[in-house]
């Protein structure tokens, strides 16, 4: 891997990524075969953060369509939250899905996770929807958007 650095994430780290997703997520962790399945589909990338000691502490998968993309999901791990981690982990996944053409990108966050919603204002994502009762009975989820910068020379 790479201290402090993000590296794409392959079917080969579908262990660690999904190691992350239960660690990040232990009420709805994916498991290693979903995780495996979209780190081979190749209209996604996997990214994973590495931190100072070289271990995995985020990751992002995330699916490009034409121009559109989706961050399918994203995590930091608890302990190392509250860091600005996640706004590197947010940039390197738009980043990404600009290099594929795309000119907007979508996510999915629960209405009660204030941390998320936060770092997802400060990083210019706008709310354009809501998927009601979207993560259990009460539990709603915003769907928010981000206009991707396109490159002037492309």
Do not use: K, Q
């Not at 579908?14 to 997520?25: I, K, N, Q, R």
């Not at 034409?66 to 961050?71: F, G, L, P």
């Not at 290099?99 to 209405?111: T, Y």
């Not at 009762?133 to 989820?141: L, P």
């Amino acid at each position: 891997m790479t201290r402090g650095g993000i590296v794409a994430a392959t079917v080969f780290h579908a262990d660690v990524v999904a190691t992350l997703h239960v660690a990040c997520f232990p009420e709805e962790s994916w498991d290693r075969v979903a995780i495996a399945g979209l780190l081979g589909d190749s209209a996604v990338d996997g990214l994973l953060l590495c931190g100072s000691e070289d271990d995995p502490v985020g990751f992002a998968l995330v699916r490009t369509a034409a121009d559109e993309a989706e961050i399918l999901t994203i995590g930091i791990r608890p302990d190392v939250r509250g860091r600005g981690l996640g706004g590197r982990l947010i940039a390197a996944a738009c980043d990404r899905a600009a290099g594929r053409g795309a000119a907007r990108i979508f996510l999915e966050v629960s209405d009660c996770n204030r941390a998320a919603l936060s770092m997802y204002r400060r990083t210019g994502f706008e709310p354009v929807g809501r998927r009601r009762h979207y993560y259990g009975v009460g539990v709603d989820a915003l769907v928010l958007r981000l206009t991707l910068a396109r490159d002037a020379s492309a």
